[in-house]
């Protein structure tokens, strides 16, 4: 295969592992920015069963309130515990989702430097194969210049 050929084959590559790693980037940013939404929900939830349970501590505190209002409160608690609890397990998910798709950039981006290594080599091949038919035309030039003064 000619060095030019090859040089294109090689930029081919390349562009379509810049693609992939361009892919991989963007999956891994919506990966991240759906973790960061997880985390902020979860925060939310906490700080909301924090407000709750401050609630319900500061009023039984001060008086004596009926069972009816204590068991609403209870209720709340536990409604806003799970609410805490489901956020913080799609926290965790999220991250594991980043977590997990971590070698797969890595990856692509491993594919897309050895492509670009490819098409710098390719170059060079490319440039020695041209300049060695540069010279070799030259010489002929040289050699039929030296017959015919």
């Known amino acids: 295969m000619k060095p030019s050929e090859q040089l294109a084959i090689a930029t081919r590559i ?8 361009s892919r991989a980037r963007a999956e891994t940013r919506r ?4 973790r960061e ?3 902020a929900c979860e ?21 004596r309130l009926p069972i009816d209002l204590l068991r609403n409160r ?4 536990d409604t806003a515990h799970r609410a805490w609890m489901t956020t913080a397990g799609q926290a965790r998910a999220a991250a594991g989702q980043v977590d997990a798709h ?3 950039l890595e990856r692509h981006q491993q594919c897309a430097d050895a ?27 040289l050699s ?6």
């Open 115 to 141: 492509a670009d290594t490819l098409v710098a080599r390719a170059r060079i091949a490319e440039r020695r194969a041209r300049d060695k038919a540069d010279d070799a035309q030259l010489e002929i030039w």
């Open 14 to 21: 390349a562009h379509l592992r810049a693609l992939q790693l």
């Open 43 to 63: 925060r939310d939830a906490s700080n909301r069963l924090a407000a709750i349970a401050q609630d319900a501590q500061s009023g039984s505190a001060r008086t």
């Open 102 to 104: 971590r070698p797969t």
């Open 37 to 39: 939404a997880a985390q």
């Open 74 to 77: 209870a209720g709340a608690i």
């Open 31 to 34: 990966l991240a920015d759906a």
């Open 144 to 149: 039929t210049r030296r017959r015919h003064p």
